[in-house]
């Protein structure tokens, strides 16, 4: 069970995005590295309608690769209503495992806030509709996530608060409507005090690991282009600030990664 190649141990990462320009010219390479030190499985994000299109055809060249498809707040603005119906029926496929990344990003605000709301309101039907879990996008927005996760009886199908960065209260909340927590390799950045108090009280059964990449690659290649190699680095530093070995971490969120997607075959 804790096998891997090179000794490592058994990781997936819950959330990259594969079909970005920074990965245009060596895909497969990044691929294989992250097999050679035992990540089983990456689940890569489209973003807008291009960008799901092609998540699709990556997940369909590369194996123990699986997609979440969606429209990000980012993009809410200048997504046309029936590219939500052709996100709809790609989202059909056998490898599409979850609905986003939807919610809100008041930080960059690069979507007005309301078109941000409707388009946050609109997704998580859609994701009930079709029985995916929700992977949510929140940045300085977390008041009204909860809220708008809560009036739109979100926990009907729940799913993944990715590159959580909140507080213990709201994180309690997500919990709450049985969402899981995903952690990226912010958590091993200097600054990141509060974050790794909130992880230090979340239940294990509950924590998803990711890299986020191509950004936010952890220490020691924090400003580097991230990759889901790299998630090892999360994984270790839970590890630390929970006093346990690696392998229990790989193992519980490896696990929680199963279920939360799933990934039968893991
Ligand atoms: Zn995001
Ligand atoms: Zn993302």
């Not at 997940?59 to 939500?84: C, M, N, Q, R, W």
């Not at 996530?145 to 608060?161: C, S």
């Not at 409507?177 to 108090?197: C, D, H, N, W």
Request: proline letters at 5%.
């Amino acid at each position: 069970m804790m096998a891997g190649s090179q000794g490592g141990n058994i990781l997936v990462d819950t959330h990259a995005h594969l079909e970005m320009p920074e990965f245009e010219k060596d895909l497969p390479q990044v691929i294989q590295r992250a097999k050679e030190v035992g990540i089983t499985a990456i689940v890569t994000v489209g973003t807008n309608l291009l960008s799901c299109q092609k998540t699709l055809e990556i997940v369909g060249s590369y194996k123990d690769t699986y997609a979440i498809l969606g429209i990000h707040p980012h993009h809410a603005a200048d997504v046309k209503e029936e590219d939500l119906g052709r996100l709809k029926e790609m989202a059909h496929h056998e490898k599409v495992k979850a609905w986003g990344e939807t919610g809100l990003d008041f930080y960059r605000n690069l979507s007005p806030p309301q078109i941000q709301r409707e388009r946050f309101r609109q997704q998580i039907n859609i994701a009930k509709e079709l029985k995916l879990p929700l992977v949510i996008h929140s940045r300085q927005a977390t008041k009204e996530t909860i809220k708008i996760l809560q009036q739109e009886k979100a926990w009907e199908v729940a799913g993944v608060i990715h590159c959580f960065s909140a507080d213990e209260q709201a994180a309690k909340k997500y919990l709450d409507m049985g969402f899981y927590i995903s952690i990226p390799g912010v958590i091993t950045f200097k600054g990141a005090q509060q974050l790794r108090e909130v992880v230090k009280g979340l239940p294990l059964e509950r924590i998803l690991l990711e890299t986020d990449a191509p950004f936010l690659a952890p220490v020691p290649y924090r400003g580097k282009r991230n990759e889901p190699a790299f998630v090892r680095f999360t994984a270790q530093t839970i590890a630390e600030i929970r006093g346990l070995d690696i392998s229990e971490v790989a193992a519980i969120t490896t696990d929680n990664a199963r279920r939360t997607f799933d990934l039968d075959y893991i």
